[in-house]
């Protein structure tokens, strides 16, 4: 299927690896040009060169820590500079630290509001104007199955992501009739480098094995098994396509069925 967006401008977030990197992946293959940014230079330029080798488009790559808001700003001054804006964007943002709700701070919240809730607020409003004008538009968030269902040890993150899921859905309503969708998508257990880092902690909250503890976690997953990122990067290409132009403010899970409510 032609996903009608070849030439189309992505801002791809937290792209040199993981989820983010497998969405740039995706939208490369379906002849989108990139501007892709990561904390670490390295890994970008790295992740760069094979999209380029992957498909024949344009990346752009400048790195950034997209808490810190002078690196935000200089984020929206390269993507405008080098594409008038992304028609595109993808916000991919690292979660907090694992904690206890009661274990946490005031200093911790605001930590993570000010790591995953303002980068998403101010990519939005620079880039929304030029969307709204060309009457065309995709914004896409990578959340977490805890915006559905609150994971343990996982205060900050439960709490920081329900808020921009909450945020994102008023957004829908108001730039639906501008030709915008808003989308989040909320993964399940991908196999990613952040994936073992989240096992790793919740396992040391059982004392099991690493072996037992990934047995009977992927034993409750229907799929019996763990997502693969190109699965999650080919879904959000699809909600970027001229084929999902009716989807909007919807949070859609990747979770190989691991997710138990029905709404």
Not at 41 to 52: M, P, T
Not at 81 to 101: C, F, R, T, Y
Not at 158 to 183: C, F, H, P, Q, Y
């Amino acid at each position: 299927m032609d996903f009608g967006i070849k030439g189309k401008h992505a801002l791809v977030c937290a792209a040199s690896r993981g989820l983010g990197f497998a969405i740039a992946k995706a939208l490369a293959e379906e002849g989108v040009n990139l501007t892709i940014s990561a904390r670490d230079e390295q890994k970008l330029n790295q992740a760069a060169e094979a999209i380029r080798k992957l498909a024949n488009v344009k990346v752009d790559c400048l790195a950034g820590d997209l808490s810190v808001e002078a690196d935000r700003k200089k984020l929206i001054e390269f993507t405008l500079e080098k594409s008038g804006g992304p028609d595109i964007l993808i916000h991919n943002v690292g979660g907090p630290k694992a904690q206890a709700a009661q274990a946490t701070s005031s200093g911790d919240w605001q930590e993570a509001f000010e790591k995953l809730f303002l980068p998403i607020v101010d990519l939005n409003q620079a880039f929304l104007p030029g969307m709204k004008g060309r009457k065309w538009g995709r914004i896409i968030t990578v959340t977490s199955l805890s915006v559905i269902e609150p994971i343990a040890n996982l205060a900050l993150s439960n709490g920081i992501r329900s808020a921009v899921t909450a945020m994102l859905k008023t957004l829908s309503d108001e730039v639906a009739a501008d030709g915008i969708t808003v989308n989040c998508l909320a993964p399940g257990l991908i196999q990613t480098a952040r994936t073992d880092e989240l096992m790793e902690s919740r396992r040391q909250m059982t004392g099991q094995s690493k072996e037992d503890y990934m047995a009977d976690y992927v034993a409750s997953i229907p799929a019996k098994r763990l997502g693969d990122a190109d699965e999650f990067g080919t879904v959000a290409a699809f909600l970027a396509s001229k084929q999902a132009q009716y989807v909007t403010g919807q949070t859609i899970c990747i979770d190989g069925g691991k997710r138990r409510s029905v709404h």
